[in-house]
């Protein structure tokens, strides 16, 4: 079974993170797959969210993009 995470262990595990950057990140489409278990509650499998930290990753300060 997938672990779920909430939005408070989202903020302990991704530095300088807060409730309100992840919201931002629903709502523009830009962030990791979430599930939404009522209208106040959501949460995130750990192995997307580990996907879309990996897709995030960098080598050069060149490549052109900009994290979020």
Excluded: F, N
Excluded at 24 to 36: A, C, S
Aim: net charge negative.
């Amino acid at each position: 079974m997938v672990l779920l995470l909430l939005i408070a262990q989202l903020c302990e595990l991704v530095p300088d993170t807060t409730p309100a950057y992840w919201a931002e990140l629903r709502v523009k489409g830009t962030g990791p797959p979430y599930i939404k278990l009522s209208h106040k509650k959501v949460v995130y499998p750990e192995d997307k969210l580990q996907e879309w930290l990996e897709s995030r990753l960098h080598t050069s300060t060149r490549d052109g993009s900009d994290a979020a």
